[in-house]
Structure formats: structure tokens, C-alpha cells
């Protein structure tokens, strides 16, 4: 049995008898609130209604009246924030759709599943999701204006957790991603998505950048002065990329911490176009003159395309997580994949895969030749305190199960 939150769980089905087949398994698997509904009017009565909010929502595509895409419609007007399954047996590239919708409104999603569900697919899925779930089953969507932001960045209540990089197969530390949070007095923990963009938008993301970057050397250089030399990685928006001071900054910032250039990996994030291409060609030129390695980050999505690859001076690419995890089962995403790593190889390039999340993931990316992974499967983000914490229960894992992933599968 899943060791379950308290979760209050809506299943919506056309069918009868799948509304009974999933609330049966759910029932096994620990759940103990579980509501039925046949159409998609009465499963928004029931979000509607008082009482304990729905934290997960079990959803199928293809019902009369009202179908899944017309209800996610309606959950994102009433501002859902719980998490959402979809269960149905709709062709695959459809299912897949449904999926990038439900991600691009912002909603959690768990996963999706095809008809007829089996209980070993339903119970897997919620063993690798129901962990990550905030607390109170949903993570908050405040939204913070410019002038808290600043601050914010003023009594330093942005920190930096860490999310490992490593080898494959052999599972090496191979360096660290710095990912900001902000540690808000009264909401806690603050998860980027919710004061990046509003930081882009009112000049604030340089000076954000600053301090990500500031706390990640210090970091860098306390984490080798006790033996453990680690490359570490910082995001940084396309808006630095307009100031040709920037290579000459983050230099000086890397000198002052005692870090070497060839110990930095920025990671160019294009959420924005460059607001001129030449400056952004002339300081990420430099930036490469003077060490730094440049990542082009979530390749495949966004901006991130092969116009960036042909026209600037990147010497790593991350593969985007929506076309690694679960690629080996979805030979669209596979597709997707291979052929992004087929041609970071011919472009020389080092290549990391983001959104490693299970044990098949793993094994994919060794029987693929990708050498570097990062994901929940690996780490979750932590606060550096916790790294050599980390570092020693993974060395065990590997040691225990991850040597050889492909033997270990098939066992």
C-alpha cells in the first residue's frame, strides 16, 4: 500500500465501469476519499462545492457533453490547484497534446496513462509522484510584485539549492546545477516560476543574477576547500546578455571567489529573444575567450533551437526532460531525443539530459550513450548542506544498484 496523503481524489469517466475499475485500485493503493462522476458538469459541481478542496483529479479525453480538454479548460478558470491524472485510451499523439496543454496552463500534472489502466502502471506512477507533491498537496501561486522582489533581493532572501549532475553508467558526481528559491518570511519556500518573469519585467534579473552567481562561487569554494571540487552551473536570462559588462563581471566575481572560469557553467535560458543579437554574440563570445562553458538550456523548446547552436558559441546542450523522461516507452519523444543526441555528438558538444526520473530513464540513457543525467531520480534541488549527505547514501546506491542498469533490468 502507497503510504498516501490525506488526498481527496475526483475520478471523471464516461464509463461506469471505469469510474468502478479506478476507484477500486485507488482504494487499494490507500485512498480513502474518492469521488465518482460521469460527466464533466458534475465533477465541477463537486469542485465547487464547500468543504475539503479535490487534491487530485483522475481525468479522462474523450467523454459526450463535455470532453477532458473542454473540463482542464474550466479547472484553469476556477484556478485548480491540485494535481491532475489522464487516463485515456485516445491515440497516443492526442493523449501527448493533452498533456503539453495541462503543462502549459501550469497545472501539476502527475502523469498520464493509457486505457485500460493496469494497477501496476497506476501504482507506479503514484510512487513516483505523490513524493513531490508540496504540501497541503498544492504549491502556492501567489503572485509577488516588483518592489517585494527588490526587497527580497535586498535582505538576501534568495538562496540557492543544488540539484547533482552526474555520470552514466557509473553514476560520478560530475558537478552541480545552482537553482534559486526565495525563503519568504510568511509563504516559505518560493519556487522560481512565480518571480522570474516579474524580475525580467521590471530590470530586476541582473541583479537576481548577481546574487545566484555571488552564493554559487562562495559555495564552489567552500565545497573544494574540504576536498570536493565541484562545477557548478547558474542560470542566466537572455536580458544579461545585453550588457557587455557581463563577461567582465562574472570574471571578477569568479576571481574573487577563488574559482576558476573552467569550473563555471552558465546556462543560457531563453524564455525572451535577445534584444539585440550582436550584443548577445559579443559577450557570450567573451565569456567563452575567457573560460566559461556555455549551455544551451532545455534544448527543443522555446527559443532553444539549432539557429542558436549554428550561430553561438555553446559547448553544451541539456536535452529538454519533456523529451527524456519517458522516452523509451514513446517513440515520438524517442525520436525527438536520439536525434538531439545525435547531433550534440557531431557537434562536439557535452551533452546533460534533464528530467531523469526513474530507473527506466537511466537505463535509456546508457543503452543511448548519453553521459550525463540530472534528475529526481538522481536528486531533488537541496540546500549545500545537505550535499555530502547525499553524496554518500547515492555512492551506496550505485554501488547497490545502479553499476550495471541494464543487468539489473533484467533481473
Not at 45 to 57: E, H, K, N, T, Y
Not at 169 to 190: D, F, N, Q, T
Not at 271 to 297: E, H, N, P, Q
Request: charged share 20%.
Amino acid at each position: 500500500m502507497i503510504d498516501t496523503p490525506s488526498l481527496r481524489v475526483l475520478i471523471l469517466d464516461d464509463e461506469p465501469f471505469m469510474l468502478k475499475l479506478l476507484a477500486h485500485q485507488l482504494t487499494i493503493l490507500g485512498f480513502s476519499e474518492i469521488i465518482t462522476c460521469e460527466n464533466g458538469f458534475a465533477a465541477l459541481a463537486v469542485i465547487d462545492a464547500s468543504g475539503p478542496a479535490i487534491g487530485l483529479v483522475v481525468c479522462d479525453l474523450s467523454m459526450p457533453e463535455m470532453d477532458g480538454v473542454e473540463f482542464i479548460r474550466h479547472l484553469v478558470a476556477r484556478d485548480f490547484q491540485g494535481a491532475l491524472i489522464l487516463a485515456s485510451g485516445v491515440d497516443i499523439r492526442i493523449l501527448q497534446a493533452a498533456e503539453q496543454l495541462v503543462k502549459a496552463h501550469g497545472m501539476t500534472l502527475l502523469g498520464v496513462l493509457q486505457k485500460p489502466v493496469s494497477p501496476q502502471s497506476l501504482k507506479l506512477l503514484l510512487e513516483q509522484s505523490l513524493p513531490s507533491l508540496p504540501r497541503n498537496h498544492i504549491r502556492s501561486r501567489a503572485v509577488f510584485t516588483a518592489p517585494e522582489i527588490r526587497d527580497a533581493i535586498d535582505d538576501k532572501q534568495f538562496i540557492n539549492y543544488y540539484q547533482p549532475k552526474v555520470g552514466v553508467p557509473g553514476g560520478e558526481l560530475l558537478g552541480v546545477e545552482a537553482l534559486v528559491r526565495w525563503k519568504h518570511p510568511i509563504s516559505g519556500l518560493i519556487y522560481p516560476d512565480q518571480f522570474i518573469a516579474e524580475a525580467e519585467s521590471h530590470g530586476l534579473i541582473d541583479v537576481l543574477t548577481n546574487l545566484v552567481l555571488a552564493n554559487a562561487l562562495s559555495d564552489a569554494a567552500a565545497w573544494r576547500c574540504s576536498g570536493l571540487a565541484l562545477p557548478v552551473s547558474v542560470n542566466i536570462s537572455m536580458d544579461s546578455m545585453s550588457d557587455l559588462d557581463f563577461p567582465d563581471r562574472v570574471a571578477q566575481l569568479a576571481a574573487d571567489a577563488g574559482v576558476t572560469s573552467g569550473d563555471m557553467v552558465l546556462e543560457i535560458t531563453e524564455s525572451r529573444v535577445a534584444r539585440d543579437a550582436r550584443t548577445a554574440l559579443d559577450v557570450l563570445t567573451r565569456l567563452r575567450l575567457k573560460g566559461f562553458s556555455l549551455s544551451i538550456d532545455d534544448f527543443g523548446t522555446g527559443h532553444s533551437s539549432m539557429a542558436q547552436l549554428r550561430d553561438l558559441p555553446f559547448n553544451q546542450m541539456k536535452i529538454d526532460r519533456s523529451f527524456v523522461h519517458g522516452a523509451h516507452g514513446n517513440s515520438t519523444t524517442r525520436a525527438i531525443y536520439t536525434s538531439s543526441l545525435a547531433m550534440g555528438k557531431e557537434l562536439n558538444l557535452d551533452i546533460v539530459a534533464e528530467g531523469v526520473e526513474t530507473f527506466a530513464d537511466w537505463t535509456f540513457l546508457t543503452r543511448t550513450g548519453c553521459h550525463v543525467a540530472q534528475g529526481f531520480f538522481i536528486a531533488r534541488p537541496m540546500p549545500t548542506e545537505e550535499l555530502p549527505n547525499w553524496l554518500m547514501a547515492w555512492d551506496d546506491r550505485v554501488l547497490r544498484e545502479l553499476s550495471n542498469p541494464i543487468e539489473a533490468e533484467a533481473e
